[in-house]
Each structure stands twice: as C-alpha cells, then as structure tokens.
C-alpha cells in the first residue's frame, strides 16, 4: 500500500465483517461469553463515537481490534481495583432460600492460618535444603550459585572452571534430581 492511500470506516458493515472475529478475541482474554458480547458492544460504540480521530493509517479491523485491547484492559483494571472490587459480586449460597450474593470485599474469609502456613513454609524450607545436600557436590554448589546466590552465567562458569554449556546441562541435571527428591520427601510422603 502506498502511503497516499488510506483505510476508510463504514460502521454500517463492522457487525456483519468484524463481530465475530472481536467476539473470539474477547472471548479468549476474559473467558465470558456474555462479558465478551459486551465488550464487543462496548468496541463498535466507542469507534463511533471516536471515529473522527481515525487516520486511515490502518485497517478497520485493526482499529477495532485497538479499541477492543483497550476495553479488555479497562476491565481488568476495574476487577483488580478497590472501586471495582466493590462493585464484583459473589455468588456465596446455591441453594434455594439462602441464595444471595456479597460483595467480593465483604466476603467472609476463611479463617486465619497464617501460624499453620509458617510452620509449612519452614518445612518445605528445610526440605529442599536436604535435597539440595543430597545432589552431588558440584551440582548442589552450581545450583546454589545460579539459582540462590544469584551469580551471572559468566561469573560461575570463570569461578568454576566450566563451560556455558556445562553449567547449565549441570543446572538440569540437579533440578530433575531435586524435583524426584521433593516428589519423593515432601509431595509425596
């Protein structure tokens, strides 16, 4: 396409050429068939109303499909606010007389374990430092640098003595040794 040819809109078309195709990519972010027909909604009246702003630099689909991006993100960012957190609500019974809804904030919580999620946190801790004292030497050394203490490739490979390449077949082989040994000692037992 030359640069003095331009794309034109004709709203009267955009439901019949471009709904569907918006409604799969909207259906695809927000996993909603109904929130997806809205946003579609939402897509074709804000090109209207903004369809002077349009330059011609692109199709109209991808125009619309722009828009669309947009309002997938507004909504996002209004599920992921206080505001719009109020505003969510949850279903909390599904039976008969009890049936009702709260709004997400006000939602009873589960109660605290936060003591039990420590104490769990501290044995998997511990787990996976015996694991990591049962590799061999060198793995568990390679392992802890890269991984733990953070070291860059280079930085290891110098100190060590080893290739790139040998580093990280070395890393592999202590990572599937350490995931048969949490399997075995902490997912398993």
Request: with cysteine; hydrophobic share 35%.
């Amino acid at each position: 396409m030359n640069q003095t040819q331009k794309h034109t809109l004709d709203p009267n078309t955009w439901v019949d050429q471009y709904a569907d195709y918006l409604f799969n990519y909207a259906v695809v972010r927000v996993n909603n068939s109904n929130l997806a027909k809205d946003l579609v909604q939402d897509t074709f009246f804000a090109g209207l109303k903004s369809a002077k702003n349009f330059k011609g630099d692109a199709t109209e689909r991808t125009w619309l499909v722009s828009i669309l991006k947009r309002k997938v993100i507004d909504y996002y960012r209004k599920i992921n606010s206080k505001k719009g957190q109020a505003e969510v609500r949850m279903s909390f019974y599904n039976d008969g007389e009890n049936e009702g809804n709260w709004i997400e904030e006000r939602v009873p919580q589960s109660w605290n374990n936060a003591s039990e999620k420590a104490i769990e946190n501290e044995e998997l801790k511990t787990q996976l430092e015996d694991c990591i004292d049962g590799l061999p030497e060198k793995y568990a050394m390679v392992f802890r640098m890269k991984t733990i203490q953070e070291f860059e490739t280079e930085e290891i490979c110098n100190e060590l003595g080893i290739t790139s390449s040998n580093l990280w077949v070395i890393i592999h082989r202590a990572r599937t040794q350490l995931r048969t040994c949490m399997e075995v000692n902490w997912f398993n037992a």
